[in-house]
């Protein structure tokens, strides 16, 4: 790994832009698509999906993608929570560690894991198969690909088709990380 990517410039607990108003503001309920109210009806009125609504041809196409991932994908929900954590962490996206704890939590993950999550990966005890999936997570942040030896770990704990999973599943949740760190995405209250 060429750059230090267990040190983003601030915490996921900080987010970039906290105290600024959406770039973006969330669609009114009013003016919500068939597709943003059926998304609603599942998830309740989440910032992320009220503003990237606001681009309905996009966000029916996105939605399809990140929920195929994120509920029909074949990785081990811990695994997947391990790497969405992870990026939220390098792109210090609040926003998306907020809503991952809790579900990385349902996944099976322990609470000093998810702290562990935010520092080196030698702090921590983390197993083989555990680590590769940090160190893929860190690598493609810093080097935009993932290394032979890291890829050979990856190799002994997934098939192709999970370690095709696996790098899609990081680059889209840097994508997501992106946009609403850009759009300036709130938190709801109570989360």
């Known amino acids: 790994m060429s750059a230090d990517a267990s040190s983003p410039d601030t915490s996921p607990d900080t987010p970039r832009d906290a105290s600024a108003t959406p770039r973006i503001p969330p669609l009114p309920p009013e003016e919500w698509d068939e597709t943003l109210k059926a998304v609603v009806a599942n998830t309740g009125p989440l910032n992320v999906f009220t503003t990237l609504g606001r681009h309905p041809a996009l966000f ?81 942040h810093a080097d935009s690909t993932v290394s032979d030896a890291t890829w050979a770990a990856l190799a002994e704990r997934f098939d192709e088709r999970e370690m095709i999973e696996l790098v899609l599943l990081i680059g889209q949740y840097h994508m997501v990380a992106f946009a609403l760190n850009a759009l300036r995405v709130q938190i709801e209250d109570g989360h």
């Open 60 to 140: 029916a196409s996105w939605i399809g993608f990140g929920s195929k991932l994120l509920f029909e994908g074949t990785l081990d929900g811990r695994v997947r929570e391990i790497a969405i954590l992870r990026v939220a962490h390098q792109r210090s996206c609040a926003y998306e560690w907020a809503h991952h704890v809790p579900i990385g939590q349902l996944a099976g993950l322990k609470d000093e894991e998810i702290e562990a999550l935010r520092g080196a990966p030698d702090e921590h005890p983390w197993s083989a198969g555990d680590r590769a999936v940090i160190d893929a997570a860190d690598e493609l």
